[in-house]
């Protein structure tokens, strides 16, 4: 066999080993299970391998019936879904981080540039729903604010606010914000639609007329504030 013929066989050789070994990485890539993957994800990253590996927050869950767990579960996902940064607004990359380490243990995530707190240079009302839920908590301590920060987020988009916190339906929001937040909750009386009722609050408070007529009941967009979330 002469020098150039063995080069050339040598070649194709490990050329076929390569594609072998590239065909079985991508494999594994496919079938990979996400908490065993040992990676930091993005909104862009996620997005570009969403077909082969979908981000399922709720799936890294300590507790996935948690109440204030599916909140975050849901929000984070769909800011991931939209490629929205920060996931959720107002938290420091160390206090996210301590609520995925909290509630979602082994989700790498990075939250993304935030103003930490609440900064009211955006022009919209995440300070102000943001400082409403901050006032009507049960509960102090840092989880309950990231709650609030996590719903004020969610609540600038537009949907229904279940929507856009991810959750499966409206009676879960509802229960979350009962157990978390009754003394707000409890001021619905009429079974306001939740973002619809948070921005009332707001405008109640500025003292600034919202309603059209002295009476829900007689308001003819009385199917605006109160008709099915479905």
């Known amino acids: 066999m002469g020098r150039v013929t063995f080069i050339l066989m040598e070649s194709a050789r490990m050329q076929a080993i390569h594609g072998l070994v590239h065909g079985l990485l991508a494999l594994v890539f496919d079938f990979m299970i996400p908490g065993e993957a040992n990676m930091q994800i993005t909104p862009t990253a996620m997005t570009a391998t969403r077909s082969v590996w979908p981000i399922t927050p709720i799936g890294f869950a300590r507790d996935p019936t948690h109440l204030p767990t599916q909140a975050f579960a849901g929000v984070i996902n769909e800011a ?4 929205r940064q920060p996931l959720i607004r107002g938290l420091p990359e160390d206090r996210f981080q301590w609520l995925l380490n909290l509630y979602f243990p082994g989700l790498l995530l990075t939250n993304g540039e935030t103003s930490p707190g609440l900064d009211d240079t955006h022009g919209d009302e995440f ?3 943001a400082r409403l839920l901050l006032v ?6 840092e989880p309950s604010m990231w709650l609030c920060y996590a719903i004020a987020s969610a609540a600038m988009g537009e949907n229904h606010l279940w929507q856009d916190m991810g959750l499966p339906n409206r009676r879960i929001l509802s229960d979350l914000l009962q157990r978390y937040f009754p003394t707000l909750a409890a001021k619905n009386t009429r079974d306001m639609k939740w973002k619809k009722f948070f921005y009332r609050q707001l405008c109640e408070q500025a003292l600034l007329p919202i309603c059209k007529a002295p009476h829900c009941a007689d308001c003819y967009d009385y199917s605006v504030c109160f008709w099915s979330e479905s």
């Open 136 to 141: 009507f908590r049960a509960e102090a301590g």
């Open 127 to 129: 300070s102000d729903l």
């Open 80 to 83: 991931l879904l939209l490629q």
